[in-house]
């Protein structure tokens, strides 16, 4: 329906077989989106494919739109079913990206999950899931601004969470 055009200038998302509108974004959130994506793309050089705000194959017939998405390479007419790492930023999408989004991916092909979020009262910190089991995470670690991260799939690949996340 949404190729079709049935839904032409709504922000909407396949969850668990329903068509649900995403939450309007902040914003730190696009710079934030945007300084991620750049940053894996260089250092990746090509090695996966990095892919922002497209959808991707989840389990339970499930589309949703990650913010950045680190996916194998694969073919141009369909999306990926396989990631090795999703990233959601929240703001306005907190409660969604650490509950049912994360139990989502859980049960999906998707090796490592990240919440960078934004809505933190202290500060923005990223929620890192990983080591996915029986529909869901069996470590959830956070991590805040002036620390490193790398994806489990590319360890030579640290980002400094302060160049990423958007300054308050």
């Known amino acids: 329906m949404i190729e079709a055009?049935?839904?032409?200038?709504?922000?909407?998302?396949?969850l668990r077989?329903?068509?649900v509108e995403m939450s309007p974004i902040g914003t730190r959130h696009p710079w934030t989106v945007m300084a991620l994506a750049e940053a894996l793309y260089d250092a990746l050089q090509k090695r996966a494919r990095v892919r922002s705000q497209q959808p991707f194959v989840a389990a339970d017939e499930s589309e949703p739109e990650p913010d950045v998405a680190l996916a194998e390479s694969h073919d141009p007419r369909r999306h990926p079913e396989r990631a090795y790492l999703?990233?959601?930023?929240?703001?306005?999408s907190r409660e969604s990206d650490l509950g049912s989004k994360a139990v989502l991916y859980a049960e999906s092909d998707v090796a490592e999950y990240w919440v960078v979020d934004l809505v933190d009262l202290v500060d923005d910190v990223v929620h890192v899931h990983r080591d996915r089991?029986?529909?869901?995470?069996?470590?959830?670690?956070?991590?805040?601004?002036?620390?490193?991260?790398?994806?489990?799939?590319?360890p030579d690949v640290v980002?400094?969470?302060?160049?990423?996340?958007?300054?308050?």
């Open 5 to 14: 055009g049935l839904f032409q200038g709504e922000k909407l998302e396949l």
């Open 17 to 19: 077989g329903e068509l």
């Open 86 to 92: 999703l990233v959601e930023v929240a703001d306005s």
């Open 133 to 154: 089991a029986d529909g869901g995470w069996r470590t959830i670690t956070t991590h805040a601004i002036g620390e490193r991260l790398s994806p489990l799939r590319y």
């Open 159 to 168: 980002l400094e969470l302060g160049a990423i996340i958007a300054p308050r």
